[in-house]
C-alpha cells in the first residue's frame, strides 16, 4: 500500500484521477467523511449532537454506543433520550445539503462507472442529487412500524413527536384496531414508528442485511475492476468485511483499490489497499475533476460507455432498488434460514406479527 498527500505526491495522485477516469465497473464504499461539509456537525465534537442530548438529560450516563444498541432501549430513560436524539437528527439532516463528493460520486455514476455505491451515512444525502446508494446502516429518511412492518417517509410531524421523547404511533395499525374494535374483536397493540436505521444487538433486522449481501454477489459476479473507499476510517465490523471481499474480486480482475481519507488506517490494510490518499474527500474530488475534465465531458463519456458496457450493471443496480422496496417482507422470511438460532427466534415472532395483520384483515 502506497500512502499519498494530494500536494507532495502530486503525480501519483493525478494518475489515480486517470485510472478513474478509465474504470469501467466501480464499486464506491463511502463513510461520515463525506458529509462533513454538508452542515450535519460531528455528534461527539463540542456542542454537537450528543452533548446537547446529555444536557437535557444531566442524569443519564449512557455512551455514544449505548444511545444506538437496541438492547439499552429497554431502559426508560436511555429509550427517552434516543427518541429525543432521533428527532434532533432529523431536522439537522433535512437542513443539510450535498457536498462536492456527493455530486462527484454522482457524476460518475451518470457515466455508467459505478455498480454499486454504499454507504455507511444515514443523512440520505445522496437523494438530493438522485444517486441510487445501498444504505449500509439504513435512512433517517423512513421510519417503519415495529408491529405492522409497514415502511413511510419520515416527516417533520414525526421528529416532533421523536423530540418530546416518544415515539409516534402508526396510522396503519390505528386504522386497523379501530375497525377490528367495532367489529368486536380482540384489542392489538398499535404499533410505534421507528427510524429505519441499523442498531447495535438487532437481531430482528435481517432484511437489510440479505439484501446488502445481494447487491455484494452482484458485485462479485459482474468482475468489478475499481474499489474507492471514501471518508471512513473503517470502524465498524460489517464494513470491514464487506470491503476485504470486494478487494480481493477487484484484484483478482487486475484492479485496483483505494482509500481517500483525512486519516490514515492500520497496518492491517496494508494488502488491502494499493493506495491510501490523505485528503478531505471534497478536495481530493475537487481535484480528479480539474485532472481529468470528468465534470465537463460527461456527456461523451456517457456515450462511450454506453457503447461498450451496454448499461447491463446499472440495471442490477436498479433492480436492487427495486427489490428492496417491493420484497421487504419476503427478505425478512427468507433471510432466517441462514442464520443463527437467536434470529431464528427474531423471524418467529416477525411471522407472528406478518400473521396477526393477516388475521385482522380477514
Ligand atoms: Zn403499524
Redesign the pocket.
Known amino acids: 500500500m502506497q500512502v499519498l498527500k494530494i500536494r507532495e505526491n502530486a503525480r501519483n495522485v493525478e494518475e489515480i484521477s486517470w485510472q478513474i477516469a478509465r474504470a469501467k465497473k466501480m464499486v464506491v464504499v463511502t463513510g461520515a467523511g463525506i458529509s462533513t461539509s454538508s452542515g450535519i456537525p460531528d455528534f461527539r465534537s463540542k456542542g454537537g449532537l450528543y452533548e446537547m442530548i446529555k444536557d437535557k438529560f444531566p442524569n443519564e450516563k449512557v455512551t455514544g454506543q449505548q444511545l444506538f444498541d437496541k438492547s439499552y432501549l429497554n431502559n426508560e430513560k436511555i429509550r427517552k433520550m434516543f427518541y429525543t436524539f432521533m428527532g434532533e437528527l432529523y431536522s439537522l439532516t433535512t437542513a443539510a445539503v450535498p457536498t462536492m463528493a456527493h455530486r462527484f460520486f454522482k457524476r460518475l455514476a451518470d457515466q455508467k462507472k459505478i455498480i454499486h455505491y454504499y454507504t455507511q451515512n444515514i443523512d440520505n444525502l445522496e437523494a438530493a442529487v438522485n444517486l441510487d446508494a445501498v444504505q449500509l446502516h439504513g435512512t433517517m429518511s423512513e421510519v417503519y ?6 415502511t413511510v417517509q419520515f416527516t417533520e410531524m414525526h421528529a416532533e413527536v421523536f423530540k418530546k421523547g416518544f415515539p409516534p ?6 386504522q ?1 384496531e379501530a375497525t377490528r374494535q367495532a367489529s368486536g374483536k380482540r384489542k392489538h397493540r ?2 410505534d ?1 421507528q427510524p429505519n436505521i441499523t442498531l447495535y444487538n438487532d437481531i430482528d433486522d435481517t432484511t437489510r442485511g440479505a439484501y446488502i449481501q445481494n447487491c455484494v454477489k452482484n458485485d462479485l459476479r459482474k468482475k468489478i475492476d475499481y474499489l474507492l473507499i471514501a471518508g471512513t476510517s473503517l470502524k465498524v465490523h460489517g464494513v470491514k468485511n464487506l470491503i476485504r471481499q470486494l478487494a480481493k474480486s477487484v484484484h483478482h480482475n487486475g484492479g485496483k483499490v483505494v482509500l481517500v481519507n483525512l486519516s490514515g488506517v492500520g497496518k492491517e490494510w496494508n494488502t488491502v489497499f494499493d493506495y491510501q490518499i490523505l485528503a478531505d474527500v471534497d478536495e481530493w474530488a475537487g481535484l480528479v475533476e480539474e485532472h481529468t475534465g470528468l465534470d465537463k465531458t460527461q456527456k461523451v463519456l456517457t456515450g462511450l460507455a454506453n457503447k461498450t458496457s451496454k448499461s447491463v450493471n446499472v440495471s442490477i443496480s436498479k433492480g436492487c432498488v427495486k427489490r428492496r422496496r417491493k420484497d421487504r417482507d419476503q427478505d425478512r422470511e427468507n433471510a432466517g434460514s441462514n442464520n443463527d438460532n437467536n434470529k431464528k427466534k427474531a423471524l418467529k415472532r416477525s411471522k407472528v406479527e406478518v400473521l396477526d ?1 393477516v388475521e385482522t384483515l380477514q
Open positions: 412500524c415495529d408491529m405492522c412492518k409497514l404511533q402508526c396510522n396503519e395499525c390505528q386497523r398499535i404499533g414508528l395483520v
